[in-house]
Protein backbone atom coordinates (compact mmCIF):
# COMPACT_ATOMS: atom_id res chain seq x y z
CA UNK A 1 0.00 0.00 0.00
CA UNK A 2 2.83 2.66 0.70
CA UNK A 3 4.40 1.58 -2.38
CA UNK A 4 1.44 2.18 -4.34
CA UNK A 5 0.64 5.77 -2.61
CA UNK A 6 5.10 6.40 -2.96
CA UNK A 7 4.31 5.32 -6.70
CA UNK A 8 1.93 7.61 -7.38
CA UNK A 9 3.15 10.83 -5.87
CA UNK A 10 6.52 10.04 -7.83
CA UNK A 11 4.37 9.86 -11.18
CA UNK A 12 2.79 13.36 -9.75
CA UNK A 13 6.10 14.66 -9.73
CA UNK A 14 6.87 13.26 -12.88
CA UNK A 15 9.81 12.10 -11.46
CA UNK A 16 10.77 8.59 -13.12
CA UNK A 17 10.40 5.03 -10.69
CA UNK A 18 13.72 3.29 -11.03
CA UNK A 19 12.90 0.61 -13.79
CA UNK A 20 14.03 -2.55 -11.57
CA UNK A 21 10.96 -2.19 -9.11
CA UNK A 22 8.43 -1.20 -11.84
CA UNK A 23 10.38 -2.12 -15.17
CA UNK A 24 7.57 -0.54 -17.00
CA UNK A 25 8.08 1.00 -20.45
CA UNK A 26 7.71 5.02 -19.58
CA UNK A 27 7.70 5.56 -23.61
CA UNK A 28 4.36 7.04 -23.43
CA UNK A 29 5.11 9.93 -20.97
CA UNK A 30 9.09 10.72 -22.51
CA UNK A 31 8.02 10.63 -25.94
CA UNK A 32 6.03 13.72 -24.98
CA UNK A 33 7.44 15.67 -22.10
CA UNK A 34 11.32 14.06 -23.23
CA UNK A 35 13.14 11.66 -20.93
CA UNK A 36 14.90 7.89 -20.48
CA UNK A 37 12.84 4.70 -20.78
CA UNK A 38 15.19 2.48 -19.22
CA UNK A 39 12.82 -0.09 -20.03
CA UNK A 40 13.39 0.01 -24.44
CA UNK A 41 17.06 1.79 -23.60
CA UNK A 42 16.08 4.98 -25.58
CA UNK A 43 15.75 8.67 -24.81
CA UNK A 44 13.43 10.86 -26.14
CA UNK A 45 13.60 14.80 -26.76
CA UNK A 46 11.71 16.81 -28.97
CA UNK A 47 10.55 14.30 -30.73
CA UNK A 48 13.82 12.95 -31.60
CA UNK A 49 14.80 9.36 -30.67
CA UNK A 50 18.33 8.95 -29.04
CA UNK A 51 19.19 5.35 -28.41
CA UNK A 52 22.80 6.21 -27.34
CA UNK A 53 22.71 6.30 -23.78
CA UNK A 54 25.79 8.65 -23.28
CA UNK A 55 24.81 10.91 -25.93
CA UNK A 56 21.33 11.52 -23.90
CA UNK A 57 23.10 11.50 -20.71
CA UNK A 58 25.30 14.57 -22.36
CA UNK A 59 22.44 16.61 -23.22
CA UNK A 60 21.51 16.93 -20.11
CA UNK A 61 17.78 17.58 -20.89
CA UNK A 62 16.73 18.40 -17.43
CA UNK A 63 16.71 21.57 -15.23
CA UNK A 64 19.10 21.49 -11.81
CA UNK A 65 18.40 22.98 -8.52
CA UNK A 66 20.09 26.21 -8.12
CA UNK A 67 20.88 28.79 -5.51
CA UNK A 68 20.52 32.04 -6.87
CA UNK A 69 22.63 33.40 -3.91
CA UNK A 70 25.79 31.35 -4.86
CA UNK A 71 25.74 32.44 -8.66
CA UNK A 72 28.56 35.04 -9.30
CA UNK A 73 28.26 35.82 -12.97
CA UNK A 74 26.11 38.80 -13.43
CA UNK A 75 24.59 38.16 -16.95
CA UNK A 76 23.77 34.45 -14.83
CA UNK A 77 21.99 36.57 -12.31
CA UNK A 78 19.95 38.56 -14.78
CA UNK A 79 19.28 35.21 -17.04
CA UNK A 80 17.84 33.73 -14.01
CA UNK A 81 15.00 36.67 -12.87
CA UNK A 82 14.55 37.06 -17.09
CA UNK A 83 14.56 33.64 -17.71
CA UNK A 84 17.18 34.10 -20.08
CA UNK A 85 20.23 32.49 -21.36
CA UNK A 86 23.69 33.68 -20.06
CA UNK A 87 26.00 33.13 -23.53
CA UNK A 88 29.11 33.35 -21.10
CA UNK A 89 27.87 30.52 -19.01
CA UNK A 90 26.00 28.39 -21.65
CA UNK A 91 23.70 28.21 -19.36
CA UNK A 92 19.70 29.09 -19.41
CA UNK A 93 17.26 29.57 -16.56
CA UNK A 94 13.87 28.47 -16.63
CA UNK A 95 11.60 28.34 -13.48
CA UNK A 96 14.44 29.07 -10.90
CA UNK A 97 16.10 25.53 -12.72
CA UNK A 98 19.26 25.98 -14.94
CA UNK A 99 20.01 24.08 -17.93
CA UNK A 100 23.16 23.29 -19.65
CA UNK A 101 22.69 24.18 -23.32
CA UNK A 102 20.60 26.37 -25.30
CA UNK A 103 18.67 22.89 -26.53
CA UNK A 104 17.57 21.92 -23.83
CA UNK A 105 16.82 25.71 -22.22
CA UNK A 106 14.60 26.20 -25.28
CA UNK A 107 12.67 22.71 -24.91
CA UNK A 108 12.41 23.97 -21.04
CA UNK A 109 11.05 27.04 -22.25
CA UNK A 110 8.62 25.82 -24.83
CA UNK A 111 5.04 23.86 -24.50
CA UNK A 112 5.36 20.11 -25.50
CA UNK A 113 2.42 19.15 -27.70
CA UNK A 114 0.58 16.38 -29.03
CA UNK A 115 1.21 16.60 -32.95
CA UNK A 116 -2.02 14.67 -33.05
CA UNK A 117 -3.73 17.76 -31.75
CA UNK A 118 -2.33 20.47 -33.77
CA UNK A 119 -4.21 21.67 -36.15
CA UNK A 120 -2.27 23.41 -39.04
CA UNK A 121 -1.16 21.05 -41.73
CA UNK A 122 2.24 23.18 -41.77
CA UNK A 123 2.89 22.77 -38.08
CA UNK A 124 1.84 19.23 -38.51
CA UNK A 125 4.64 18.83 -40.45
CA UNK A 126 7.33 20.65 -38.32
CA UNK A 127 6.65 18.49 -35.47
CA UNK A 128 8.17 15.60 -37.56
CA UNK A 129 11.29 17.84 -38.27
CA UNK A 130 11.40 21.47 -37.25
CA UNK A 131 10.37 24.54 -38.95
CA UNK A 132 8.71 28.15 -38.51
CA UNK A 133 5.16 28.91 -39.08
CA UNK A 134 4.55 32.31 -40.13
CA UNK A 135 0.30 31.70 -40.31
CA UNK A 136 0.64 30.79 -36.70
CA UNK A 137 3.91 32.42 -35.43
CA UNK A 138 4.99 29.46 -33.87
CA UNK A 139 8.02 27.14 -34.57
CA UNK A 140 8.09 23.45 -33.65
CA UNK A 141 11.11 21.43 -32.60
CA UNK A 142 9.92 18.23 -32.74
CA UNK A 143 6.45 18.50 -30.73
CA UNK A 144 8.02 21.34 -29.03
CA UNK A 145 6.37 24.62 -30.12
CA UNK A 146 8.38 27.65 -29.28
CA UNK A 147 6.69 31.24 -30.07
CA UNK A 148 9.31 33.41 -29.86
CA UNK A 149 10.91 33.63 -33.31
CA UNK A 150 14.52 34.75 -32.18
CA UNK A 151 14.12 31.61 -29.49
CA UNK A 152 13.10 29.53 -32.22
CA UNK A 153 16.21 30.41 -34.24
CA UNK A 154 18.35 29.28 -31.31
CA UNK A 155 16.55 26.65 -30.33
CA UNK A 156 16.54 25.69 -34.29
CA UNK A 157 20.14 25.46 -34.95
CA UNK A 158 20.85 23.56 -31.47
CA UNK A 159 18.26 21.03 -32.62
CA UNK A 160 20.09 20.52 -35.88
CA UNK A 161 23.12 19.68 -33.99
CA UNK A 162 21.27 17.38 -32.05
CA UNK A 163 19.73 15.70 -35.19
CA UNK A 164 23.39 15.48 -36.41
CA UNK A 165 25.18 14.19 -33.46
CA UNK A 166 22.38 11.28 -33.18
CA UNK A 167 22.62 9.66 -36.68
CA UNK A 168 26.60 10.16 -36.33
CA UNK A 169 26.28 8.19 -33.17
CA UNK A 170 24.99 4.94 -34.96
CA UNK A 171 28.46 5.21 -36.36
CA UNK A 172 30.46 6.55 -33.22
CA UNK A 173 29.19 7.06 -30.48
CA UNK A 174 32.18 9.48 -29.25
CA UNK A 175 31.81 11.26 -32.85
CA UNK A 176 28.33 12.57 -31.50
CA UNK A 177 29.78 13.68 -27.99
CA UNK A 178 32.19 15.59 -29.60
CA UNK A 179 29.40 17.31 -31.89
CA UNK A 180 27.13 18.53 -29.26
CA UNK A 181 30.53 19.53 -27.00
CA UNK A 182 32.45 21.04 -29.94
CA UNK A 183 35.30 19.22 -29.11
CA UNK A 184 37.17 16.13 -31.10
CA UNK A 185 36.68 12.46 -31.04
CA UNK A 186 39.22 10.63 -29.22
CA UNK A 187 39.17 7.67 -31.56
CA UNK A 188 38.14 9.15 -34.80
CA UNK A 189 40.33 12.61 -34.37
CA UNK A 190 37.81 14.97 -35.78
CA UNK A 191 36.75 17.86 -34.37
CA UNK A 192 33.23 19.06 -34.50
CA UNK A 193 32.50 22.71 -34.37
CA UNK A 194 28.67 23.90 -34.94
CA UNK A 195 27.60 20.42 -36.05
CA UNK A 196 30.59 20.27 -38.99
CA UNK A 197 34.09 18.67 -39.27
CA UNK A 198 36.43 21.28 -38.68
CA UNK A 199 39.81 20.77 -40.83
CA UNK A 200 42.55 19.95 -37.84
CA UNK A 201 46.21 21.41 -38.18
CA UNK A 202 47.89 18.67 -36.81
CA UNK A 203 49.76 16.27 -39.99
ZN1 LIG B 1 9.73 2.47 -23.38
ZN1 LIG C 1 26.75 33.44 -16.59
ZN1 LIG D 1 0.96 26.67 -38.42
ZN1 LIG E 1 34.54 9.24 -33.78
Known amino acids: MVRT ?9 GLAMPSPVLGDCTCAVTRMKGGWCTECKVGHLASVRV ?7 ILDAHGHHINPATIRCTSCAIAIKSEGFCERCGMGY ?5 YVSMLTYQIAKGTPLDPTTIACRKCVTHASGFGWCDTCKVGMIGNVAIRDKRDYEHASKAFEKLLIANETAKKCETCALAIVTDSTCPKCKITYKDGKKRPTADP
Open 5 to 13: AFASIMLLL
Open 94 to 98: VDGLA
Open 51 to 57: ESESLFE
